[in-house]
């Protein structure tokens, strides 16, 4: 059963009319209604229904009619309760509550952008409506207080409700068909003024543009004669576009979405996605995104695929603006103004001369708008200040644009392998990608995992059935063609750096092309220094990355792989084909002074409290370091020397753990581009430091370069020299065979030479082979021969150094072969040599050795305090490695002492140490402590 009472009041119960038709009736139903849900006296209701009277009715008069009611209606519908009376109906049986509810919800289905069902609830809400509220049993609304709050309340939201109604018919292009509407509309409500605009709108879109300016005009008399008043500013805007015939109001299908298209299946980010949906969902706290990456890394992708997957959120629009111009210039913002303020309604004639001006307007008209800000390619913070308002935004740009303090920023990185793959998979289709899986992995790093890279390589493959994914990696492995096929039809890798290229300043250019000589991974601030000291700039610029602090303090610079190719693209273009063997040149002049006094602590052979001299480019020999046999590497023209100083032990090696892969690299980059001498000396020099901390993959790795590049360069000497390292590092790897075969060959080319030093070094490192081959008397010979070739010379410097470790290795000897009075004495002068020249590893490791010798006379208190000293050098080195070597030396110590834990706990530290750096030897021999401790397992 419905009760109606916008209009005539009506009872509806299906089909059946059950409307009272006695006039008390109606009048005593009409008051239920106006209180329905509330329970009401007999007092109350007779003094509603004769206000005039004093209560003279009797009350049985009103039971009668209440009864007779009931009768019709029904008990349940009229309730008694306590002697009150209440009409007992919910809510949607009442046309009122029904009205209020479904307009509520055609507003908010409005402002959510949700047309279809706004307009679907309006409309159920106007069908409603039959006229006043009770316009039968109150004619003129003053009989009750009730039926007078009512109208005005109702009529109100009708008005509301017909608005809106209009609103979103003039949005679907319904122009035509509300024109006979609106101006009956203007005629029953003269002063109400949205409807006046939107007959003004309904004319203009239909074609009748003086019909809709006369429109204006009589609205403008009208207020200006009644009431002297002049029309709203939002219908005087509306005017003056009209009358400039501003085609922006023709737009018709809804706020403006001005994004390029979507990126068909965009692929990955998932999390940067949603991050930025979070950054823009709520409206009260609008936020500026930068997102920020290298060239091609998917900013533009990233930030447009955001913004049309959010754009239902934004009822006013999506505004799209491209910041980067023809031929890198940056766009003007105060074009950019220009347009946006069009696209919002202001007349071309209206928008002001000025930036200032401009900005100031743009931010007055979308102060109460919800609007997202789109500003693609952004050069730095004075083009964008401008734009920035109240609404979100989303910058993208190759720089962080720091000067945007209350930015959020989203860097982009390159895509993952999984995502690489997935973008090359959606690209040339899963069948063909499953197929060769191996293939589409070297595919994806070969783009390094740059977005723009992998949908061109995509596009290629698709483009060509008949290719393979290994054809393609195949001809991509050539990287000086890599660049060249790097392109379908339009789209370029090459572009893209071009353009960052291009608007740098000459120093930035220069620098950028002088590190596409290097192959490196990554580079520290002091490499940067050198090739210009514009780093920074590059990093704007989206061609370079700040990749991260080193365990030394310096700043370390990424360059992608591609942006690496483009820029020796341009040095090669630029200043010729030697351009990148004279850039490693003069980069090796500043490594080798570096490295050379880095390396000094670790060998020294002069007072440690004193400070290196920065030295000029040398090779271990003294001679000027040759770039080829004969020919000096003279420095880079222009450059200042750098001076390296340094004495501290840990700080050289901190500095060298941190360069390890750059200088590695720069071996490989030396041996490219021919420079023979320069890779095997910086290989050389790098060997004590990849020893000592076992670094066996790399040291392997330069010392086949350096062995190739000293035959390249017809050094037998030189050949030599490297043979002698790489039996060192046999020895490191215990392939005693291979080292003994390396060091024979390099001694017969030394005594081929006669080279009386050089021998005596091969003959200490044959002897350390010959003892593990377990042909100590053949060490012991070897080794008395090196002994002596020292003993004739100065116990300094090199023949200080030379005969300290002939004292040291063939003390083990006679260590082994059980002469231990002797191994103590030739290891006792070892230690004593090592400490005149202040070499603290090699001090340590001969302690440990004469330790050793101790716990075999069963001297164990010596024995202890042999280790201690050794222990308290490593701490201060920092060198873990040699730390763990002494921990062993105390458990032994404080096994043969009976202090059983005490061991277990020295063994198990020295165990951690081992087992971190691969160390299989000093991990064997730490478990053997722990078997003896009885707890193998500690």
């Known amino acids: 059963m419905e009760f109606r009472i916008m209009g005539s009041l009506q009872v509806q119960d299906g089909a059946r009319d059950r409307t009272p038709t006695a006039p008390k009736h109606r009048d005593l139903l009409a008051v239920f209604v106006l209180n329905a849900r509330r329970p009401m006296t007999l007092a109350r209701l007779r003094g509603l229904l004769w206000p005039r009277e004093d209560g003279d009715r009797s009350d049985s008069l009103l039971r009668g009619y209440i009864g007779r009611l009931r009768q019709s209606l029904g008990k349940d519908v009229i309730t008694t309760t306590s002697g009150t009376y209440m009409l007992a109906i919910e809510e949607d049986r009442l046309d009122v509550h029904r009205f209020r509810r479904l307009v509520e919800r055609g507003l908010r289905s409005a402002r959510e952008g949700q047309d279809d069902q706004a307009r679907s609830h309006l409309r159920e809400a106007l069908d409603l409506w039959r006229g006043p509220v009770l316009e039968d049993v109150d004619p003129d609304g003053h009989r009750w207080v009730e039926t007078t709050a009512l109208r005005e309340e109702l009529e109100e939201l009708r008005l509301l409700a017909v608005e809106r109604s209009v609103d979103l018919d003039l949005k679907a292009g319904h122009h035509r068909e509300l024109v006979p509407d609106l101006r009956q509309l203007t005629r029953w409500h003269p002063t109400w003024q949205r409807f006046h605009g939107q007959y003004m709108l309904a004319l203009y879109r239909s074609g009748r543009r003086v019909e809709a300016l006369e429109a204006y005009t009589r609205l403008r008399e009208a207020l200006d004669e009644g009431h002297a008043l002049e029309p709203d500013p939002a219908l005087q805007l509306l005017y003056h576009r009209m009358l400039h015939d501003d085609v922006s109001l023709h737009v018709s299908a809804g706020p403006p979405v001005l994004l390029p298209y979507d990126v068909a299946h965009f692929t990955g980010r ?81 928008v002001p001369a000025t930036l200032e001006h401009r900005a100031r307007l743009f931010r007055a008209y979308t102060a109460d708008r919800r609007l997202l800000l789109l500003l693609d390619n952004a050069a730095d913070e004075g083009q964008v200040r401008p734009l920035l308002t109240s609404c979100p935004a989303f910058v993208t740009s190759r720089s962080a644009l720091g000067g945007l303090t209350d930015a959020v920023r989203l860097p982009v990185d390159v895509l993952g392998d999984d995502d690489a793959l997935e973008v090359l998979e959606v690209l040339i289709g899963p069948e063909r990608a499953s197929a060769e899986r191996p293939a589409m992995v070297r595919l994806g790093r070969i783009c390094g995992g740059l977005p723009i890279a992998l949908r061109i390589a995509g596009a290629r493959l698709a483009a060509r059935p008949a290719w393979t994914v290994e054809h393609l990696v195949g001809l991509l492995d050539d990287e000086h063609l890599r660049l060249d096929l790097l392109h379908s039809g339009d789209q370029t890798v090459r572009s893209v750096y071009s353009i960052g290229y291009e608007g740098l300043p000459d120093k930035a250019r220069r620098m950028l092309r002088m590190l596409g000589a290097i192959s490196a991974p990554d580079f520290a601030d002091w490499v940067a220094a050198h090739f210009g000291g514009e780093a920074e700039t590059l990093v704007d610029a989206g061609l370079l990355e700040t990749h991260a602090i080193d365990v030394a303090g310096q700043v370390r610079y990424r360059m992608h792989d591609l942006t690496r190719l483009y820029a020796r693209e341009q040095l090669i273009a630029q200043s010729g084909e030697n351009a990148v063997r004279d850039t490693l040149i003069g980069l090796l002049s500043v490594v080798m ?33 040759p770039g080829r046999p004969g020919h000096p590497l003279p420095a880079r023209p222009g450059s200042r020397s750098q ?56 040291w392997r790795h330069i010392g086949e370069l350096a062995l190739d590049a000293a035959r390249q360069a017809g050094d037998p000497r030189a050949e030599a020299l490297v043979l002698r390292d790489l039996g060192d590092l046999h020895r490191a790897e215990h392939r005693w065979d291979r080292a003994h075969e390396r060091l024979r060959l390099a001694l017969s080319m030394f005594l081929r030479a006669g080279a009386a030093k050089d021998i005596a070094h091969t003959r200490r490192r044959l002897g350390q082979v010959l003892l593990e081959l377990g042909r100590p008397a053949d060490a012991e010979r070897n080794l008395t021969a090196c002994l002596a070739t020292f003993d004739g010379h100065p116990s300094d410097g090199e023949n200080g150094r030379g005969a300290a470790e002939a004292h040291r290795a063939l003390g083990i000897v006679l260590h082994r072969t059980g002469r231990l009075d002797e191994a103590a004495a030739h290891l006792s002068t070892a230690v004593s040599l090592l400490s005149g020249l202040r070499d603290r590893h090699g001090q340590a490791d001969a302690l440990l050795d004469l330790a050793s010798v101790r716990m075999s006379q069963e001297l164990v208190s010596e024995a202890r305090t042999l280790g201690e000293q050794a222990r308290g050098i490593a701490v ?51 478990l053997d402590i722990l078997r003896r401790t009885g707890n193998p397992h500690r």
Do not use: M
């Not at 823009?280 to 930030?303: I, W």
């Open 876 to 926: 201060r080195l920092g060198d873990r490695l040699l730390d763990a070597a002494a921990l062993t030396t105390l458990a032994e110590v404080n096994l043969a002492e009976g202090a059983v834990d005490r061991a277990g706990e020295l063994a198990g530290e020295a165990l951690e140490i081992f087992q971190s750096v691969a160390d299989d030897r000093g991990r064997s021999r730490a």
């Open 643 to 698: 001076t390296f100083v340094t004495t501290d032990i840990r700080t050289s090696v901190t500095w060298l753990l941190a360069e390890r892969d750059f200088l590695t690299g720069l071996v490989e980059d030396l041996h490219k581009a021919g420079l023979w001498d320069g890779a095997r000396r910086l290989a050389h020099l790098l060997v004590p430091f990849l020893e000592r901390h076992r670094f066996l993959d790399a």
């Open 270 to 350: 998932q999390d940067l996605l949603e991050r930025l949906d979070r950054l823009t969902a709520d409206p009260a706290a609008p936020a500026t995104v930068v997102v920020h990456g290298q060239a091609g890394a998917g900013k533009s992708a990233l930030a447009v695929h955001a913004a049309w997957r959010g754009r239902d959120r934004f009822a006013d629009g999506v505004f799209y603006a491209d910041l980067r111009g023809d031929h890198g210039r940056p766009v003007d913002p105060g074009a950019v103004l220009s347009d946006f303020l069009r696209w919002l309604g202001c007349p071309a004639q209206a």
């Open 593 to 625: 002074t570096r490295v050379q006094a880095s390396r000094f602590p670790l060998l020294s052979t002069g007072p440690a409290d004193q400070p290196l001299p920065a030295t000029p480019l040398q090779g271990l020999s003294g001679d000027p370091l």
